[in-house]
């Protein structure tokens, strides 16, 4: 069985050494009183909950799955996630983040990012019952009424109830503008609810009370495409007006998805008939109130697959220490050994080396968007606020696109580590790259993302949000530009940056001639962006590893030995990506369609 360690080392160096998160947290007026130590505690306690109480579900959660009652529609969670989720919630962590004023903890973001991490390490399947509940509630906080609020968000804070996103239908993925499903109004404030929904996760579970459902559906006089959408709240059970719970309502799991990965996660088929609602904000405005419980999802989508690469680098990395077979090619290493470690063979070291360097970029990556989330939430300066947000908006598509194709390659290459075993279910790699796989596809497929990024992001304001990041980089690059030990990390990121300006330039020129390029560059020039800002954080962490390695610390030194591996062996992939995406859209469209 697959075993987790937390990496509250390497989230103590990002947070404290790299980006001097205390200093930031500081600044913002709920976070005043926030210091190191406290970070650091609630990190050990959420460490040895995913370590010992999630984690040694996982393998058996996924071998068992989910189990549907069709004549009550109830559906049961593997053996062990109702008494997990019990001390989750007598634990107080549901409540680590949420608003004070609903029951929160009032801690920031950014410490919230770093525990959910760990709970994807240990188990992403039993993760994803709380973690949308998270979304329902910042969509709720944002646009929910007085009364809404009341209702849900003290339950959705404390964990005694759980919260869904139900948008996906049948007909309609991504493309929402299809979306069928109507709501008529009862006269009363409520409205009657019917429709169908599909891949709706913890969609319908005994872990909770009740659930609470974020609806998209149609008014009767709603225009027609997506600006013609409303969001409604759907619980399971009605809630009277003292909280208790009243009658079943008319949403029910009609049956169970048999997924790739993520077996123990309930993802439902939901009917809704004459389901009762109310409305979250402004009639035919449902996408503005449900993109806030989206946003909230593709950062926890990026968030799994880099869990996914923690856990599974782990267990490759122990496995080579461990599996001997054969003889380093320059002669024995272990000649008291009837073959040599695996980890001596250079290929091995390149798989682990990789899945270590985007596990620890992505956590580097990752950290800097929860602080800025933190800062754009809770800054007393407009000016701030709105410099942070955007600067979230762009990262965004990158944090789920590329940490999450990243999280496909890594736990693929630590499957590989250990061969034929790999394969083998009760080692649990094979687990961990079913389980990656969905990342790619879910809240918006990565393509989307990588649309997001390109057109919206960046096409769309002339590059200002790209170019104020980029200030960043350049700034940082100048800083350290007579630094000769910085050298081999400066003048690749600073070569990069400048490619991937003239890269923005030619494709925004095709652009204006055939929109359509830019769904031909769209995902290599994402990838191309997402290497940028790794090798600016890889970069960071060097330049502090540098400073501090001559205390001795082998932590430093390993920290250095990676970020070289990811500029000798990773980077150079934007060469290949920068040609592709050049390349346009003429290959990809030439062949008539009939020869498909």
């Known amino acids: 069985m697959p075993q987790y360690n937390p990496p509250l080392r390497d989230m103590q160096f990002v947070m404290h050494e790299v980006l001097n998160v205390v200093d930031q947290l500081k600044a913002l007026p709920p976070h005043a009183d926030i210091d190191a130590d406290t970070i650091n505690a609630v990190l050990e306690e959420g460490g040895k909950f995913a370590a010992e109480v999630l984690a040694p579900l996982n393998l058996s959660g996924d071998a068992e799955g989910c189990t549907l009652d069709k004549s009550t529609h109830e559906v049961r969670p593997p053996k062990g996630f109702k008494e997990a989720y019990a001390k989750y919630v007598e634990g107080g962590w549901p409540s680590l983040g949420c608003d004070p004023e609903f029951g929160g903890q009032g801690l920031p973001l950014v410490l919230n ?74 006269g009363d404030g409520t409205y009657k609810i019917n429709g169908a929904k599909i891949f709706i996760s913890a969609g319908e579970h005994d872990m ?71 409305l979250v904000g402004q009639p035919n405005k449902g996408l503005a109130a449900m993109f806030v419980m989206m946003n909230a999802a593709r950062l926890g989508v990026g968030n799994q697959s880099l869990g996914l690469t ?31 470690p695996i980890i001596v063979h250079p290929d091995v070291r390149k798989m682990l080396l990789t899945a270590r360097a985007y596990a620890e970029g992505g956590r580097a990556l990752s950290t800097y968007v929860a602080v800025t989330l933190d800062r754009a939430l809770s800054s007393d300066d407009e000016d701030e606020r709105k410099a942070a947000d955007d600067e979230v908006a762009l990262l965004t598509p990158i944090i789920k696109a590329f940490i999450t194709d990243n999280g496909w390659i890594a736990t693929s290459h630590c499957m590989q580590v250990f061969g034929g075993h790999g394969f083998i279910h009760e080692w649990g790699m094979e687990q961990f790259v079913r389980d990656a796989r969905i990342n790619m596809i879910y809240e918006g497929t990565n393509t989307i993302q990588s649309l997001d990024l390109l057109g919206r992001k960046v096409l769309m304001d002339n590059g200002a949000k790209l170019k104020k990041f980029g200030k ?125």
Not at 233 to 261: Q, S, W, Y
Request: net charge negative; glycine share 8%; with cysteine.
């Open 310 to 340: 923690e856990v599974a680098y782990q267990n490759a990395a122990a496995y080579a220490k461990d599996r001997i077979q054969m003889r380093a090619l320059s002669g024995p290493k272990a000649p008291e050994k009837a073959a040599d």
């Open 472 to 596: 960043k980089i350049a700034a940082f690059v100048e800083e350290e530009g007579t630094n000769e030990a910085m050298q081999e990390f400066i003048n690749p990121l600073a070569d990069l940056g400048d490619k991937v300006t003239k890269l923005t330039t030619e494709i925004g020129m095709k652009a204006f001639q055939n929109p359509d390029e830019v769904g031909a560059a769209a995902v290599d020039y994402l990838r191309v962006v997402g290497h940028l800002t790794f090798a600016y954080f890889w970069a960071r962490m060097a330049k502090v590893a540098l400073e501090k390695q001559a205390g001795g610390d082998k932590f430093y030194s390993a920290k250095l030995s990676t970020a070289r591996f990811y500029f000798a062996k990773l980077l150079p992939e934007t060469a290949s990506l920068i040609r592709t995406a050049r390349a346009g859209l003429q290959p990809l469209m030439e062949m008539d369609e009939a020869l498909f």
């Open 113 to 186: 990012q770093a525990f959910y991490e760990m709970m994807n390490s240990a188990n992403q399947a039993w993760t994803m019952y709380p973690g949308l509940s998270h979304g329902a509630y910042e969509a709720l906080h944002a646009h929910g009424t007085p009364e809404q609020k009341a209702t849900y968000l003290p339950k959705l804070t404390s964990g005694e109830w759980t919260g869904t996103m139900c948008l996906t239908e049948p007909h309609c993925g991504t493309d929402l503008g299809l979306l069928r499903s109507k709501a008529e109004p009862l």
């Open 208 to 278: 909770v009370a009740n659930i609470v459902h974020l609806v998209l559906a149609r008014l009767p006089d709603a225009p027609e495409g997506s600006k013609g959408i409303s969001l409604f709240v759907v619980p399971k059970f009605m809630v009277n007006a003292d909280g208790t719970l009243g009658a079943r309502n008319g949403i029910f799991c009609a049956g169970l998805e048999h997924k790739m990965g993520i077996h123990a996660n309930s993802t439902c088929q939901m009917v809704l008939e004459d389901a009762v609602g109310t």
